[in-house]
């Protein structure tokens, strides 16, 4: 920025909120470079990024603008949206999002900024959330189990049918059946997926999928232009020919429609947008994915399951950990790791809100409303498509013109497919005079129907769409979480309720390396609720997302500008998402070179275990490649594994700065290395939070990265999601990248899949880091990734006298993150990694990363967001802990009866009568005067993970478990 730029900013204000969302102050910053011995920010930088790959500038990117400013420029590209009355339908629907929910839950930090629920004794309240959505899935599906969330429909799609293939040994076959009217994006994402599983696919009639020999199929219900298929005969045709089933089924129908657990479904997946989540262009909202008890082990994605406490009492937990990628790794079944956490947890409390009744009802009157519009149609003559319908009917044989024309005219949006259908799918937010509106754009204006005179021939004479045979039986939402919190008083208390067990930002830093727990700033999160944002269908024609298009293209405009890449593809919606996406687009790439025989991979052995599991699922070969006993690639093994694999290598993952927390001064030289053997270069961009502004993964050797913009650019992290894993690539990559056949992206090749259901992902959170970036501008985010890396190296200098630092740069710093080793400590006093995170709990602390990327290790990772004073507090904690640890030692206190192994201490114990213990009551939960001043109680003993796997219990226990 020039002198100019800077006075006038100044003048404006506008250089304020990077000392909002920066921790430490001016004063801060001198003590700790004065403790860590240096003289200045930059002589830090320079010890500690390589010279080599340095930008030597600052980024091109326009002025910062203060919170007001960017909020009015925001507001005003909004605006350039239109938010017409939607009746797309295809997967999306309008829905009111109970006022109660939206401000206590999606507009509040208490739920939208705590972690994912790794350390359940402080998360019972998101895990009882999600627990939740877990059994309003199975009540409705009708299935054994499911799990807290996928990414989306069409994903979800694909793991059904990955799950498919592993699971049904019975059939020979690597052919899978979709039914020609399951959602067409939902296709889109199948066919990226099935190419790179060797899979076929079968696009057939659902009616003829006993004609084929198949391994699974999936159906949707109801489908895609509307028809609610004999789902029974179609399982049971499916399952006479042993092929398994899986149904795409929507939830709100599922209300009224038998459910396909009764009709013997193997899986039952779907999204759950429509209880409560706006549109948002696409995301951010959670799929489901549930399915019978024989595939419970196989299940993609986080399970919430019951166990019990130190004290016997009911705990919740993520069940079955050692499913996951991190320990699975190239094994792994999916690479699904952030979901849509606090999206699932508003569509449980949807249902919460709404109970089983709630629930009948809005589900009723959509569907009467549909029925009301069918019989008018009906009675001008229009023909419809099917006899049967929920909310969805297609019109046949119609003037799509003319009623393309009145439905502008009255700001309505309609689906129009390409063969002169039109599509209308009711809703929720319908109402009788929208139906009026729908008669005019559909025949006219002189149609003298009335909508009540319709209605009380639709009670009349039963006018349904819901064949004979085919209607819900079976009870659903019977659990008292489902009953009891019906008046706002009490539902505002149940969500306050839960808050109030789990620990978030807003009570204390989460030092969790590798996952960038920053400020998520309240600016930055106002726009997602607007309405401009919020109610928009990602099939909405893109005239009507211009406010949107606007804010995409200057994102990625400014991230291209930031990583040093030539395009962005703005579709994954995680990282590993993301991962998966690069991966396709290099193999699309060398496939398109003639090179496509190219399938190794190589990945270190640091690698975060995303990593390998998304090589595997684009069936690749995972090559490791060994780290040195300094954490860093090991050179020599790298050039005998390209010289090795020289004609297949394909690619090569890394991360940088390496999971260990260091920049490898190598990287340039690896790079190379795999490009002069063909390979190219993926960077893994989780940990950008250490690069931007100083160095570019483009410009040091990447020819892809992904970037979680739910760490590095201030998106948060919900409770375990959502995120959005965009990717930067290099020019040849760009036209590989996913496209999408509902809304085709420019510049992308028409063969290239999508790896989402819609074309910008979970475009409506886009704007979280949209704003970030613009109220920091170019010196605000090479100040915030300076103060990450001295953040870090002071925690560091801090902590080595009392833990042992594991890896550090050649000048002895640490990037953004430090490793600490407890193997040692372990060995001397018994006291585990695992003791440390549980007794930082009582010192009002999340533990950090546990275990990753070494076993036995803590990784620390404070972000610039964290002021000294914090800083100083954790470690304090932490070295308050290491005396405890010391008395062990000592023998002063038991190995098996300690503050540590007991931690972490509730209410519970301090009111047992029998306390015995060889350490008071207060030095067990008040260890610090920081928590006498304000507790954060965990709301249950340490959870017993292994009684919970033996015992699995995804559903939520009766009140009786609490009771006992
Ligand atoms: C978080 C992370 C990922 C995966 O990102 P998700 O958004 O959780 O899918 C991949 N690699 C590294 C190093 C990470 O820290």
């Not at 009891?484 to 789990?502: A, F, I, P, Q």
Request: hydrophobic share 40%; charged share 20%.
């Amino acid at each position: 920025m020039s002198t100019d730029n800077r006075r006038l900013a100044e003048l404006a204000g506008h250089d304020a909120f990077v000392h909002r969302h920066n921790g430490p102050g001016t004063a801060d910053v001198e003590a700790m470079l004065a403790t860590l011995g240096v003289e200045s920010m930059p002589a830090l930088i320079d010890k500690t990024i390589p010279a080599g790959i340095r930008l030597g500038r600052e980024l091109d990117l326009d002025p910062p603008r203060g919170e007001a400013e960017s909020l009015t420029y925001l507001k005003r590209l909004a605006r350039q949206n239109k938010v017409f009355k939607t009746y797309i339908g295809q997967g999306y629907y309008n829905t009111h999002t109970p006022a109660v929910i939206l401000r206590n839950v999606l507009e509040n930090p208490g739920w939208y900024t705590a972690y994912t629920p790794y350390q359940p004794e402080i998360a019972q309240g998101r895990l009882e959330g999600l627990l939740n959505f877990q059994q309003m899935v199975m009540d409705l599906t009708g299935m054994d189990l499911a799990n807290a969330s996928l990414l989306d429909e069409a994903t979800a799609a694909a793991e059904a049918m990955a799950l498919c293939h592993r699971a049904n040994k019975k059939v020979k076959s690597d052919r899978f059946f979709v039914a020609d009217d399951v959602f067409p994006q939902t296709l889109d994402v199948l066919r990226t997926r099935a190419a790179y599983l060797d899979i076929e696919l079968v696009v057939d009639a659902a009616e003829r999928v006993a004609e084929h020999e198949v391994f699974g199929a999936l159906f949707q219900y109801p489908g895609d232009t509307g028809r609610i298929h004999d789902l029974g005969a179609l399982i049971a045709q499916a399952s006479e020919r042993r092929a398994m089933t899986c149904v795409a089924a929507d939830l709100m129908s599922l209300a009224l429609l038998k459910e396909p657990g009764a009709l013997g479904a193997d899986i039952v997946l779907g999204n759950s947008q429509r209880f409560g989540v706006p549109m948002g262009f696409g995301g951010p909202h959670a799929a489901f994915f549930a399915a019978t008890d024989k595939l419970k082990r196989s299940i993609p994605g986080r399970i919430i399951g019951v166990s019990k406490d130190s004290r016997g009492n009911t705990a919740l937990r993520m069940a079955m950990q050692t499913r996951e990628q991190h320990i699975r790794r190239e094994k792994a079944t999916s690479n699904i790791c952030t979901a849509q956490a606090l999206l699932a947890n508003i569509a449980g409390f949807y249902a919460v809100y709404h109970g089983a009744e709630g629930i009948r009802t809005i589900a009723t009157r959509i569907h009467r409303l549909t029925s009301i519009l069918a019989e008018g149609l009906r009675r001008k003559g229009v023909a419809l498509e099917n006899t049967s319908w929920f909310d969805t009917l297609t019109l046949t044989g119609v003037d799509a013109g003319k009623i393309h024309g009145r439905a502008l005219t009255h700001e309505v949006n309609l689906r129009f497919h390409a063969d002169g259908r039109v599509g209308v799918s009711l809703d929720e937010t319908t109402t009788p005079a929208d139906v009026a509106v729908l008669f005019d754009v559909l025949l006219g204006e002189e149609h003298d129907l009335s909508v009540s005179a319709l209605d009380d021939a639709v009670i009349a004479e039963n006018l349904g769409g819901i064949p004979e045979g085919q209607t819900r039986e079976s009870a659903y939402l019977t659990h008292p979480n489902f009953t009891r919190y019906r008046s706002e008083t009490e539902m505002l208390r149940y969500l306050k309720r839960l808050e109030n067990r789990d620990l978030s930002l807003t009570h204390a830093m989460i030092p969790l390396g590798s996952c960038t727990m920053k400020l998520n700033a309240t600016s930055e999160m106002i726009p997602i609720t607007w309405p401009e944002f919020a109610n928009i269908h990602p099939f909405a024609p893109r005239d009507q997302a211009v406010g949107y298009k606007q804010m995409i293209d200057e994102l990625s405009a400014f991230l291209v500008e930031i990583t040093g890449y030539d395009h962005i593809s703005m579709q994954p919606n995680s990282g590993a998402q993301g991962e998966y996406a690069g991966l396709v687009a290099i193999r699309r790439y060398q496939a398109a070179q003639g090179q496509g025989h190219r399938d190794i991979c190589l990945i270190p052995s640091s690698a975060h275990g995303t990593n390998p599991a998304s090589a595997a699922m684009a069936h690749m070969k995972v090559v490791v490649v060994e780290c040195d006993e300094r954490g860093n690639i090991d050179i020599d093994d790298l050039r005998a594994k390209v010289e090795q694999h020289s004609e297949r290598l394909s690619a090569i993952m890394i991360t940088y700065p390496s999971t260990h927390g260091v920049f490898e001064e190598t990287v340039r030289e690896v790079c190379r290395l795999v490009h002069d053997h063909g390979g190219q270069v993926y960077i893994d961009g989780a940990n950008m939070n250490a690069q931007v502004g100083i160095t570019r993964p483009g410009d040091f050797g990447g020819d892809v990265s992904h970037l979680n913009l739910h760490k590095t650019f201030c998106i948060p992290h919900g409770g375990g999601g959502p995120g959005m894993g965009p990717i930067g690539v290099k020019a040849h990559l760009a036209p590989f990248v996913s496209n999408h056949v509902v809304t085709p992206i420019a510049g992308v090749r028409e063969d290239s899949g999508a790896v989402a259901a819609a074309a910008f992902g979970s475009a409506s959170i886009l704007p979280i880091s949209w704003a970030y970036i613009k109220m920091m501008g170019a010196r605000g985010l090479r100040e915030a990734t300076e103060l990450a890396i001295l953040n870090a190296n002071y925690i560091a200098r801090r902590l080595e006298a009392h833990y042992p630092v594991l890896y550090r740069g050649v000048n002895g710093t640490v990037a953004h993150e430090c490793i600490i080793d407890i193997r040692p400590l372990k060995a001397d006093s018994g006291i585990s990694e695992e003791d440390i995170a549980k007794r930082l709990m009582d010192y009002g602390f999340h533990a950090p990363t546990m275990s990753f990327p070494v076993p036995g290790t803590l990784m620390i990772e404070p972000t610039e967001s964290e002021s000294l004073f914090e800083i100083d507090r954790f470690c304090d904690a932490m070295i308050a802990i290491r005396e405890e640890i010391r008395r062990v030692e000592a023998g002063e206190w038991p190995q098996d009866n300690n503050p540590l192994v007991n931690a972490p201490h509730t209410m519970a114990d301090l009111m047992d009568a029998a306390w015995e213990r060889p350490y008071d009551r207060e030095l067990g939960a008040f260890p610090s005067e920081a928590v006498k001043a304000a507790k954060v109680w965990p709301a249950v003993n340490r959870v017993d993970n292994v009684f919970g796997d033996r015992n699995l219990i995804c559903s939520c226990p009766s009140i009786d478990a609490y009771r006992d």
